[in-house]
């Protein structure tokens, strides 16, 4: 069925480092990919998403790229700050409504 | 934040018994799903709604049912609750079910002991 798998599960980063946490997908008829942030005992809020007509998206001081040949999406986070530290998810939407979710990637930001 | 509403936020329930759950929302979505999230597994779908009285299976639908006879609201019953079904429970909605961000409740904390 329908997988996505996400890398790293833990991630450990100093303040005002960069942040890189990798997904892949197992559908090629995927065409949309979000990513959520849930800090902890919260619920998850989307902070980005690229569809599958674009290579790359920006907002600020998080990116997220789409090599749709590889079935490979990524989250760049630059300049790290404590406040980024949560659990991050990547998501791909399959089947028309139905989106699978990765593991979730916990980040830390040391101050 | 969109307006979406879980009940009961938390419970503790025993084996065997049947438990429902409440999803609802203000915002006239089509949409409605309910997740599970446990560790190491992050969200997993258990049923998705398209619409009222149109219902499909996720990925871990088993031991699960749902319904919607509103628009605005979306129940998810575990017939005969198992330790396994022990998770914290997350409704979503989204306005479209195709490249739209999905809006996700409170979450409930469901024990079964």
């Known amino acids: 069925g329908e997988n996505v798998e996400q890398h790293p599960s833990t991630l450990s980063v100093q303040e005002g480092d960069s942040a890189v946490i990798k997904c892949t997908y197992s559908?090629?008829?995927?065409?949309?990919f979000p990513w959520y942030k849930q800090e902890l005992g919260k619920r998850p809020q989307l902070i980005i998403d690229?569809?599958?007509?674009?290579g790359e998206k920006k907002d600020q001081r998080i990116a997220v790229t789409l090599n749709k040949t590889a079935k490979h999406f990524s989250l760049h986070i630059t300049e790290t700050q404590p406040e980024d530290s949560a659990v991050y998810f990547c998501?791909?939407?399959?089947?028309?409504?139905?989106?699978?979710f990765g593991a979730g990637t916990r980040l830390f930001v040391k101050a | 934040d969109a307006g979406i509403t879980q009940s009961p936020r938390h419970k503790v329930t025993e084996t065997g018994t049947p438990v429902t759950l409440r999803c609802h929302q203000t915002?006239?979505?089509?949409?409605m799903y309910w997740y599970r999230q446990d560790p190491g597994h992050g969200l997993r779908l258990i049923h998705y709604?398209?619409?009222?009285?149109?219902?499909d299976k996720g990925e871990v639908s088993d031991g699960y049912s749902v319904s919607r006879s509103k628009t605005e609201d979306f129940l998810l019953t575990l017939e005969s609750a198992t330790s396994s079904q022990t998770s914290v429970y997350f409704c979503?909605?989204?306005?479209?079910?195709?490249?739209?961000?999905?809006?996700f409740g409170q979450g409930t904390r469901l024990t079964v002991v």
């Open positions: 915002e006239n979505h089509r949409y």
């Open positions: 998501a791909a939407q399959v089947g028309g409504f139905k989106t699978i």
């Open positions: 559908d090629s008829a995927s065409n949309y």
């Open positions: 979503a909605i989204s306005e479209s079910g195709q490249g739209w961000e999905a809006f």
């Open positions: 709604s398209y619409g009222v009285k149109d219902t």
């Open positions: 690229i569809r599958s007509n674009v």
